[in-house]
């Protein structure tokens, strides 16, 4: 009989394949929610985020796209391989005093709609790593 790993070793396992779901589920997601049928903000408001990640990444820090961060934690239920999930352990947010913010200052209402498109997007990111993370620990137990 296959003995399976303990949580902790599943957890280091699937944290060694983090880097590359994350990327995969950034560029899906991406593709949903801001090039897809219906996205969630209009060209001209992506064009924006573009525009400030650039500026971001100019003056020498991460952008915006890319600086999400996600983890995977444990639901606290011992010995089970579905108590593994992922959670955003940073969204990028546009805020007032925040460098995002950027030198064209925005209104309120355009910043409101791309913190709740940021939030939506690192939140779909983090459904789709969860997806490759359950399907990692099908294929582990195996």
Known sequence: ???FPDERQLVLLARSHLDEWTKS?????YTELFEGDDPVLSPEEVQLLDALDSEL???????IWGTDQYGIHTAGTSGSA???????????QITEDSVLRG??????????????????????VATLIEAE???FVRRTER
Do not use: F, I
């Open 57 to 63: 990444e100019r003056q020498g820090g991460d952008g």
């Open 25 to 29: 589920a950034r560029m899906e997601a």
């Open 133 to 135: 993370l359950d399907e």
């Open 103 to 124: 030198d064209d200052k925005l209104d309120d209402e355009t910043e409101e709609r791309l913190n709740a498109a940021l939030w939506q997007y690192s939140q779909r």
């Open 82 to 92: 579905t108590s593994l999930g992922v959670v955003c352990v940073y969204h990028p």
């Open 1 to 3: 009989m296959v003995e």
